[in-house]
């Protein structure tokens, strides 16, 4: 898009510099997750906020408002609210003072980004640091509501699948945890809302995971996150087929199709392969014993891919289903007696190397968790799947799935503070908003907790960092680092 930030705003924005009271020098607003509707999980992974520093306060600024000549920004906002809100019924002064000061005079504090952060804690502070640009701070409120929640949602998601995983690795396959980045793969590009949406959701699932078709994700993280995918793995996938490609070699000769695949075009490595083009029972029963000798004599892995039906019911089996039928069996179990495989140290099959599976179609927790423990009651270890997360994780949520919201508590009039705050007697206690200036600690548990009605002083002692400071970047995180303290998080749950 090639629109001026200073636009990127919702439309009653506008009015607010207005609006304060006279003599008004300084707003305060932090930004918070209010209310879980997750109930797995009462806290959020912060992800995000450098990307915006990034994107938006520094290079969209820069390109879009300071480095244009005065009178064409002017010209064009002028424009833009005469036809909004009626001819000359928004002065431009400030805007015209904001492109004269050449930078962005805020001071954006926030928590370490992968930060575990529990409700009605926020994640970061922000405040103008010229009292003549007090209307700056709430005037991002939308741009930054906007652009933050859903990586932070996402990365919230992505990290509870990992925690799930862990858990059941820990369980049925022991202390070697390394297949677990790989077994949530991001399958959700082409759901999202959008290029920005995709991107950022499915660089947040990188946080937790290694596997992605989200190829852009990697790209993000390089440019914001400091990370490097020719010395460090960012993200990675394997060659894998589509539909297009299987029916085009014809239901006649699928099992042709199966072996071409497997023999020629991909004769090492891991190849995926869907399988439920026609009828995918038939691939487990038929074609995979007919192929045991070609998959086995392989350097790699064959993944199967079912893309239909009840996906627990597929992996696991269906309880309704003819007894000793495949249905009834489920999918592992039906591999297992082709290929075998080997007991793990906790004492639960897994599959031959050679062979494995991977379902990504309407995967959400709840299936995940009926699929590992599934597989766990009939005595299969977790690492014998791998799960596809699409859209319908990544994109079935709303900023209210964990209440974010972008509130003031504290201003000055005059050279005097004032504590402000919100709590609607309408409200269940959602709204109910913090008051005064913030501090984040840790309790004696090291969970963090925020302590309201501060004194500068406790503002300056607590979590919150500067991370911007009149136009400057002073926090520049890694990907590595932010995957660190995502692990730490992990370890604690351990």
Excluded at 351 to 365: C, E, K, Q, S, V
Aim: aromatic share 10%.
């Amino acid at each position: 898009m090639n629109i001026s930030p200073i636009l990127l705003k919702d439309g009653y924005k506008v009015g607010h510099k207005f609006q304060y009271p006279e003599g008004t020098t300084l707003v305060y607003s932090n930004l918070t997750p209010r209310k879980s509707r997750d109930g797995a999980m009462d806290a959020i992974v912060f992800f995000g906020l450098q990307y915006f520093v990034k994107e938006y306060l520094m290079h969209q600024f820069e390109e879009h408002f300071f480095s244009r000549p005065l009178q064409e920004v002017l010209a064009a906002y002028k424009q833009r609210m005469d036809n909004y809100l009626g001819k000359d019924s928004v002065p431009t002064d400030h805007i015209a003072a904001l492109h004269q000061l050449g930078y962005l005079p805020l001071h954006i504090k926030a928590l370490p980004e992968g930060s575990l952060v529990p409700m009605k804690v926020p994640v970061f502070t922000i405040c103008n640091t010229r009292p003549e640009f007090f209307w700056l701070t709430n005037m991002l409120e939308t741009l930054l509501s906007a652009i933050i929640w859903k990586p932070c949602t996402s990365a919230t998601t992505a990290f509870r699948y990992l925690r799930t995983f862990t858990q059941y690795a820990q369980h049925t396959v022991g202390s070697d945890h390394s297949f677990v980045p790989w077994q949530g793969h991001d399958f959700s590009f082409r759901g999202m809302g959008g290029i920005e949406d995709a991107v950022m959701s499915g660089a947040a699932h990188l946080l937790s995971f290694a596997g992605t078709d989200t190829i852009p994700a990697i790209d993000f993280l390089e440019q914001y996150y400091n990370a490097n995918a020719t010395q460090e793995l960012v993200g990675g996938s394997v060659p894998a087929t589509e539909h297009s490609v299987m029916c085009m070699g014809g239901e006649d000769d699928e099992l042709g199709t199966f072996r071409r695949l497997i023999d020629e075009v991909y004769p090492t490595g891991i190849v995926s392969i869907v399988s439920d083009t026609w009828d995918f029972w038939q691939v487990i029963t038929e074609f995979l014993p007919a192929l045991k000798n070609d998959i086995l004599n392989r350097n790699g892995k064959v993944v199967i891919r079912p893309d239909s039906g009840d996906p627990v019911k597929i992996v696991v089996g269906d309880p309704d289903a003819k007894p000793g039928s495949p249905e009834h069996k489920g999918a592992i179990a039906c591999m297992w007696e082709t290929f075998g495989g080997t007991i793990t140290p906790q004492g639960y099959k897994l599959l031959d190397a050679h062979i494995g599976l991977i379902y990504g179609d309407g995967i959400t927790p709840e299936r995940q968790l009926a699929i590992l423990e599934g597989l766990k009651q009939k005595g299969f270890a977790s690492y014998n799947v791998v799960l596809g997360l699409g859209s319908f994780t990544y994109e079935y949520v709303t900023r209210d799935t964990f209440g974010f919201a972008m509130k003031a508590t504290y201003g000055e009039v005059n050279g005097v503070g004032k504590e402000i705050y919100k709590d609607p007697k309408t409200d269940d206690g959602t709204k109910k908003s913090a008051r005064g200036l913030l501090q984040v600690y840790r309790d004696n548990t090291g969970r963090l907790a925020l302590k309201d009605q501060c004194t500068w002083q406790e503002e300056a002692a607590g979590e919150l960092k500067t991370v911007y400071l009149d136009g400057q970047l002073m926090v520049d995180d890694s990907l590595a680092t932010i995957r660190q303290r995502i692990h730490n998080h992990l370890m604690q749950d351990a």
